[in-house]
């Protein structure tokens, strides 16, 4: 069984800063089968990174992923008010078929 | 645009059966480059995928979470355009908000299509 573990648990930082998310797998995972999820309070999560570094439909371009292997990263520059939210990593491929991370939260500072 | 709607009971009974329907419109069930799934989040911690199934074309194959495959069911209605979920033998553990969504297989079998989610208590 995949186990995805994500950290930091919080990010606290200021608008038109920089964060980092990272997303850490006990097992190797394809590229092709990593995503990130956005969530707000009382909202569905929201698609933003698919294939671990192709952002999804309308999602802008200061979102970005990289990674392989174990280790993924969710880098988001310049940070804006409507990007504090929780952030889910999530893969495909092992038992179970998908699993997500516990999430980050990223919160202003 | 695809748009998935959850509806069903919001109060379910310990031991009863929890059952929710997806009904989606801007695509189709059929559609063979999709699975259709459901997640769900407690309150206040995160996702746990539940199960999903995908339309072959001659059946619908349904694929569970191992930790609830037991007592799982998803099934599909083609001339509804819906998808279902029953949970059986239901405890205050299944509390939760419920979501259906589409799994798209050209954006990298990511979840890219979902509800509003509806929240489910179980409680006598």
């Known amino acids: 069984e995949i186990v995805l573990t994500q950290s930091p648990g919080t990010l606290s930082l200021s608008p038109g800063h920089t964060a980092t998310l990272s997303c850490r797998a006990s097992?190797?995972?394809?590229?092709?089968?990593l995503s990130w999820y956005q969530q707000k309070p009382g909202q569905a999560p929201r698609l933003i990174i698919y294939?671990?570094?192709n952002r999804a439909t309308g999602i802008p371009d200061r979102f970005s992923g990289s990674g392989s292997g174990t280790d993924f990263t969710l880098t988001i520059s310049r940070l804006e008010p409507e990007d504090f939210a929780v952030y889910y990593c999530?893969?495909?491929?092992?038992?179970?078929?998908?699993?997500f991370g516990p999430g980050t939260t990223v919160d202003i500072k | 645009q695809v748009q998935l709607q959850e509806s069903g009971p919001g109060l379910v009974k310990p031991s009863q059966t929890l059952s929710l329907t997806c009904t989606v419109s801007?695509?189709?069930?059929?559609?063979?480059?999709?699975?259709w799934s459901w997640v769900r989040q407690p309150a206040g911690t995160g996702l746990e995928w539940i199960g999903h199934?995908?339309?072959?074309?001659?059946?619908?194959?349904?694929n569970y979470n191992p930790s609830l495959r037991s007592r799982v069911t998803v099934s599909l209605d083609t001339a509804k355009n819906q998808f279902s979920l029953n949970l059986n033998s239901v405890t205050a553990a299944d509390t939760a908000t419920y979501y259906c969504?589409?799994?798209?297989?050209?954006?990298?079998?990511?979840?890219?299509?979902w509800g509003q989610g509806t929240l489910v208590t179980v409680s006598s």
């Open positions: 801007g695509d189709s069930v059929d559609n063979r480059n999709a699975y």
């Open positions: 294939s671990t570094s």
């Open positions: 969504a589409r799994v798209a297989f050209w954006n990298g079998l990511g979840f890219d299509s």
């Open positions: 999530q893969q495909y491929g092992n038992t179970p078929e998908f699993s």
């Open positions: 199934i995908y339309n072959t074309g001659v059946s619908g194959v349904p």
């Open positions: 097992q190797s995972v394809s590229t092709t089968w």
